[in-house]
């Protein structure tokens, strides 16, 4: 097993854990801006994880420690994720050969445990939720497992800092239709992750029409905050997971290409799901699953254009 | 360039996944003239190099047929019969996908057992015109509105139209004209048999017209 170390590589990790709620500030000032309103301030996703963290849980005597566990585990996975997702061409802190997998079920098993989290309060809508969360993840973790495999494949290297490094040596040379429809697939991937807005609205106010919401409806105190705060450390991974396909920074001073990493992560994603929900409402259930399995033909098709 | 070949290939292919997921009939019909209109392009990628007459003239009469002519009187039809959607097919729409996933790996499999004597830049249009007769069959089967399955038999022969233009230097002519000629007058008359179908039975649900046998 090959493990390579190199002292910028705590960087990656560190803005992702510091940084990672701002994101969730930027998205709903721009949403608030696009609509012509003031917005919260940019930093309230901390001022709510503080007031949160003040806050004692309260847990139903039908739950068991499955239902403490859930949150736990949940942040937990997405932490040790975030310690293999390198920030462009900077290396993550650890990385090795295939950790892609593990990166991808790193997801699966934190969004397992808010599922079984879900199902142990015992609550039907809990129960609906949990059934749409893994029907929906079954679909979207294939065509992410495969996108990925396509890049693989296309830079020739299995581990995610070596991929990312040759994605990112400064120029577009690498750039090929089968890159497009992964880059396609992956966003796909990202919306329905983060419980964005044409698969799930993080905004409704309506139990039935929920997904990742009503999952998380009986967790209260610092289990909130620490489920929020997830959410928040996921989004910023898979973001960094997107934007190593399009940004090739490389300018040879190492503490300029942090910067303009760390800016375009923050802006990157924030403006494309602002927009997006700015712009267009939620997908109806029933047709969710066919954007699924079309992220999944995205990267079945880019996958075959690399394995010629 | 072989990444402009690939990137038409590609949007082809994805072409037909749209046919095979969509229920709108007018969303079908927009992708069948893109479908058409990037088909006509192909032969023009495809020979470069030496453009001659004969594949000019063949492309630039696809693309007028395909792209333009056929959504049309598609649309001519859609407009006089009314209906917007094509409601509950023999297979769902997700399953569909996934059917079509599964031909495309069939395609690809026997697109490379095929001993073809093709150019190496254009090997791979013929598991893309092999998926889109898979994709052309399985609509022409699948669905219940005539005019759906005019569409998928628009797609069947936009697949063998690909196969065609691989070879399309060995094909007289003629002999490609009068095929896209004969795929005219079957689109002209199906229009209108749909559109007869529906005046006489205020529908134009193929699997009801089994009733009618005595």
Redesign the interface.
């Known amino acids: 097993m090959m493990t390579y170390w190199s002292h910028q590589s705590i960087s990656p990790v560190i803005s992702a854990i510091f940084l990672a709620p701002l994101l969730f500030g930027v998205i709903n000032w721009i949403k608030a801006f696009l609509s012509g309103r003031r917005g919260a301030p940019w930093l309230q996703p901390y001022f709510d994880l503080w007031k949160l963290m003040r806050k004692s849980a309260v847990y139903s005597r039908t739950t068991t420690w499955i239902f403490r566990a859930g949150p736990l585990v949940g942040l937990g996975a997405i932490l040790t994720a975030a310690m293999i997702m390198p920030m462009g061409n900077i290396p993550a802190l650890v990385s090795f050969p295939g950790d892609f997998v593990l990166f991808a079920y790193l997801l699966a098993l934190g969004r397992f445990f808010t599922i079984i989290a879900a199902l142990d309060t015992g609550s039907s809508f809990q129960g609906m939720g949990a059934s749409r969360e893994a029907y929906f993840s079954a679909l979207s973790e294939p065509a992410l497992l495969l996108a990925l495999t396509a890049v693989a494949r296309r830079t020739g290297s299995n581990s995610l800092s070596g991929m990312y490094e040759v994605l990112s040596s400064g120029s577009w040379a690498l750039v090929s239709p089968a890159m497009v429809l992964v880059f396609i697939a992956i966003f796909i991937v990202f919306l329905t992750e983060n419980a964005r807005i044409p698969v799930d609205d993080p905004t409704t106010h309506l139990e039935l029409t929920m997904i990742h919401e009503v999952m998380v409806l009986d967790h209260g105190g610092p289990d909130l905050a620490f489920i929020n705060y997830g959410a928040a450390l996921k989004m910023w991974i898979l973001g960094q997971l997107l934007i190593g396909i399009v940004n090739p920074v490389h300018t040879g001073i190492m503490w300029l290409n942090q910067t303009i990493s760390i800016v375009v992560s923050l802006s990157g994603p924030a403006i494309a799901v602002g927009l997006i929900e700015f712009s267009m409402a939620r997908l109806r259930l029933k047709r969710v699953p066919q954007l699924l399995v079309a992220a999944g033909i995205f990267s079945v098709l880019a996958l075959i254009m690399e394995l010629r | 360039m072989n ?1 402009w070949i ?2 038409l290939i ?1 949007l082809l ?2 072409s037909n ?1 749209v046919m095979l ?1 969509s229920s709108r009939l007018a969303v079908c019909i927009r992708t069948l003239a893109i479908q058409g209109i990037l088909l006509g392009i192909l032969p023009l990628m495809i020979d470069r190099q030496d453009l001659v007459l004969h594949t000019t003239l063949v492309s630039i009469g696809a693309l007028i047929i395909k792209g333009i002519v056929f959504p049309w009187l598609l649309f001519k039809v859609l407009r006089r019969i009314g209906i917007r959607r094509e409601i509950e097919p023999f297979v769902g ?2 399953p569909s ?2 059917i ?2 599964a031909g ?1 790996i069939v395609s ?1 499999y026997i697109g490379s057992k095929l001993d073809f004597p093709a150019p190496e830049s254009v090997a ?1 249009v013929i598991p893309l015109s092999l998926f889109s007769i898979l994709a052309g069959l399985f609509l022409l089967t699948t669905r219940k509105k005539a005019l759906s399955m005019v569409m998928g038999y628009l797609v069947l022969e936009n697949g063998i139209y690909a196969f065609g233009s691989v070879v399309l230097n060995k094909v007289p002519v003629i002999v490609e004209l009068g095929v896209l000629l004969d795929a005219l007058v079957a689109v002209f008359i199906m229009g209108i048999a749909t559109y007869h179908i529906n005046r006489e039975f205020d529908h134009i649900d193929v699997n009801r017209l089994d009733n009618l046998k005595g």
């Open positions: 990444n690939d990137l590609i292919i994805l996944f997921g729409y997700v996908l996934f079509g996933l495309l690809l791979d």
